[in-house]
């Protein structure tokens, strides 16, 4: 395995912000890991696909690339599968896999960028499911010592996008494998607007988990901006999730109603993208620092835009959502 000095990072994140690594290694084995942590090396950080984070500065240390492969059915139960997944492999191409196979479960989580090793990182979520939903255990290292630990769901304190491993774990873990739960007898979470239109559209009588991937797959081609066209890290924040007093709020500032998902608990999601694109930023650009023109939640990279322009834009757009709404956005994407 070779460490390479003084790489540009570039090439690594889908933001395409200019960055460079004092050094970078790419694992495709927990034995590789065990070896670069043996020589004395330890990773200041841990890449995957590159598709949550944002660099505004050099990294000052080893940055380790996972790469880990691997897909596995570790075993077969009466109406349930599990498998196994090496946290370097592709999140949709796993989701391709299990639909393939007819397993049920990761459908609605279709065309997320990035690796299985991130996905437990943040709890990835769409369309009304999360990946904990199916989330059976993972294995990770301990990046101090070295040692291998095993963590099941309530170990891994799945939120909202969040886990451990954004709190109190954070930059502790390598996550190397991540398993899953999934169903041989699959039923279909149509829940979310644009799901159950576009099944309807299609005009099936009893969609399966393969249309409920293709619908997916169909809508985020059509809605959200391809990083391979335009830079771009997904969602930079997350919705909210207020009181009902300050939901109230919100629609009396606005001066009727607001978008709104109430929650179990009582309280009430609102949409960010709402927030900020009536705060007048959808399609804005500053230099080559952008909000994205049909999806306020996106901010944009048209090109050269550095991680510190691109990091004071999302200040600016949290100040005026703060100043019009008195709602304070919580920012989803890894900065470093
Ligand atoms: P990276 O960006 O490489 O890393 C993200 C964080 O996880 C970093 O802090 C990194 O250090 C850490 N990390 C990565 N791998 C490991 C590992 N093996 N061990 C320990 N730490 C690790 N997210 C959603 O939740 N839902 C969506 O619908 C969604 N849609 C998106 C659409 C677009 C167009 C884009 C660009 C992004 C979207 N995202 C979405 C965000 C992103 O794709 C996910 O968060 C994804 O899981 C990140 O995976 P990654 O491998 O690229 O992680
Ligand atoms: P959308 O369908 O236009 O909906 C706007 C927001 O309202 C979403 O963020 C969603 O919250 C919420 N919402 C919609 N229907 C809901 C329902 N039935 N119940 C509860 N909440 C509901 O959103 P979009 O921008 O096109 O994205 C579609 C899905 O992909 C969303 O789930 C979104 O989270 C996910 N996505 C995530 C990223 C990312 O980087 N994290 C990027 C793109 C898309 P939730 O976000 O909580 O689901």
């Not at 690339?65 to 570790?74: A, L, P």
């Not at 639909?99 to 299985?116: F, Q, S």
């Not at 322009?309 to 919580?330: H, N, P």
Request: with cysteine; net charge negative; proline share 4%.
């Amino acid at each position: 395995m070779q460490i390479h000095a003084d790489v540009d990072l570039k090439p690594y994140t889908t933001f395409r912000v200019a960055a460079k690594a004092a050094s970078l290694v790419v694992a495709g084995s927990a034995a590789d890991i065990a070896e670069v942590l043996d020589s004395g090396s330890k990773p200041a950080l841990i890449l995957g696909g590159g598709s949550n984070i944002l660099f505004t500065q050099d990294v000052d240390g080893l940055v380790l690339v996972n790469r880990i492969e691997g897909r596995d059915v570790v075993a077969t139960l009466d109406d349930h599968v599990i498998v196994r997944f090496g946290a370097g492999e592709s999140w949709h191409e796993c989701v391709r896999w299990t639909v393939d196979n007819g397993w049920g479960g990761l459908e609605n989580l279709a065309l997320i960028p990035g690796t299985t090793g991130a996905a437990p990182m943040q709890n990835i979520g769409a369309y009304g499911v999360e990946q904990m939903a199916c989330f059976h255990e993972l294995t990770a290292m301990d990046r101090a010592t070295g040692a291998t630990m095993t963590f099941d769901a309530p170990r891994c304190r799945f939120g909202y996008r969040e886990s451990v491993f954004k709190h109190e774990l954070r930059d502790r873990m390598i996550i190397t494998s991540v398993s899953y739960r999934l169903s041989t007898k699959p039923v279909i979470n149509a829940s979310y607007a644009d799901v159950g239109n576009e099944l309807a559209s299609r005009d099936l009588s009893s969609p399966s988990i393969r249309d409920v991937f293709d619908a997916v797959v169909a809508i985020r081609r059509r809605k959200l901006p391809d990083p391979a066209v335009i830079g771009n890290a997904g969602s930079f924040f997350k919705n909210p999730v207020v009181d009902h007093r300050v939901y109230l709020d919100v629609c009396r500032i606005h001066g009727g109603e607001v978008p709104h998902y109430p929650q179990a608990d009582g309280s009430v999601k609102v949409p960010a993208a709402w927030l900020i694109d009536r705060c007048g930023w959808k399609g804005y650009r500053r230099g080559d620092a952008g909000v994205h023109e049909h999806q306020a939640l996106v901010i944009v990279n048209h090109g050269d835009a550095t991680g510190e322009e691109l990091l004071a834009l999302s200040y600016d757009i949290q100040q005026s959502v703060r100043d019009r709404f008195g709602i304070d956005l919580e920012r989803e994407v890894n900065v470093w």
